[in-house]
């Protein structure tokens, strides 16, 4: 496979910094551009982060230097030096749509951190071990732009990304019909660090703005189906969630309750687990995990310290599966909120629009 030319829109952001490093080495994806703000523009990568630097593997040594462009006007320029940008900017909803907009229409196809175009319905909304099938959906939405290469694919919310994984499976064999969630997020999903949030050292806050609706309705797109130009979203399963801020750096953990249509065996649900496979599996994208989903045995276990990082951060952790006295089933699942839930999970949604011919 030839390597193809990337950019990162908010490179200097939390998630963009995320998309840096993993994309330090990358196998098919070349960082040529680095883009934030005009803050930030015409400074190099390492001036620009100053001491803002969050992850723990240091800042990628070949992307210090880069010179920094503006997101906003150098889109021209950035054209001719990429195949495809990542995006992940803190701005509003529309000024985010529009940014995204201008980059597709520009030809040049983004994949998204971002939740402006979640629920655009031509816009697809990809987990690749899951709905992978979505991205024929690009089709109608390039028609829609008028465009020949550009185009707009989102990765979901990060907190399903730990719930949705172990339940999805379940559902052709079983019929998932209501689920209640509770999650425990890290503060990382606010774009902070202990440093910059020191009120929640040692502290739970029940609250994430506009994060239970995004938990309850973004399953729904996961699930549903491409009719036409567009992809309706399913009406099953229920969704209710409480989503909680946890002191911790980084992981999101769920408390699951579920009930079937057709309740399966304990046995049966750990064998589906095991067994099951997703198109990244099967196209061995270079970010996929072998093992999507692992079920720990031990009462104790999945921690997030312990298990956020299990296959670079791009498995699912699933533990404590046992029958219920309201619902069928509860269970405990896990995931890295700023790798499989967003950079890694993006990078993941690229990989798959290039094996599938999307970037070409
Ligand atoms: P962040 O740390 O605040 O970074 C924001 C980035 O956006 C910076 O690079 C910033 O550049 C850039 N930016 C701000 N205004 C801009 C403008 N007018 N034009 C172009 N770029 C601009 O935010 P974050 O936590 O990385 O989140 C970024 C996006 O990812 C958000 O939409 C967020 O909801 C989403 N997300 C975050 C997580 C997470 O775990 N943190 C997970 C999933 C999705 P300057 O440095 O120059 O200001």
Known sequence: MKKFSVGIIGATGMV????????????????????????????????AIGTKWTITKPMPKSMKDIVILDAETDIEKIGKLVDFVFCAVSLSKEETKALEDKYAK???PVVSNNSAHRHTPDVPMVIPEINADHIKIIEAQRKRLGTKRGFIAVKSNCSLQSYVPALYPLDEKYGVEDVLVCTYQAISGAGKTFDTWPEMVDNVIPFIGGEEEKSEIEPLKIWGKIEGDKIVPNIKPNFTAQCIRVSV??????????????????????????????????????????????????????????????????????????????????????????IRGAAGGAVELAELLCAEGYMD
């Open 16 to 47: 963009g910094q995320r998309f840096a490093s993993i994309l330090e080495n990358h196998p098919w994806f070349d960082v040529k551009v680095l883009a934030a703000s005009s803050r930030s523009a015409g400074k190099t990568y390492k001036e």
């Open 106 to 108: 520009a030809e040049i």
């Open 249 to 338: 750096t980084d992981g999101h953990m769920a408390a699951v309750f579920v009930r079937f249509k057709d309740k399966p065996s304990k046995e049966e649900i750990l064998d589906i687990w095991k067994n099951y496979k997703g198109r990244a599996q099967e196209l061995k994208l270079p970010s996929a995990p072998k093992q999507f989903l692992h079920y720990f045995v031990e009462d104790n276990l999945p921690q997030t310290k312990l298990q956020r990082d299990l296959e670079g951060g791009m498995a699912i952790s699933c533990g404590r599966l046992r029958e219920d006295t309201q619902y069928d089933y509860k269970f405990i699942c896990l995931s890295h909120n700023t």
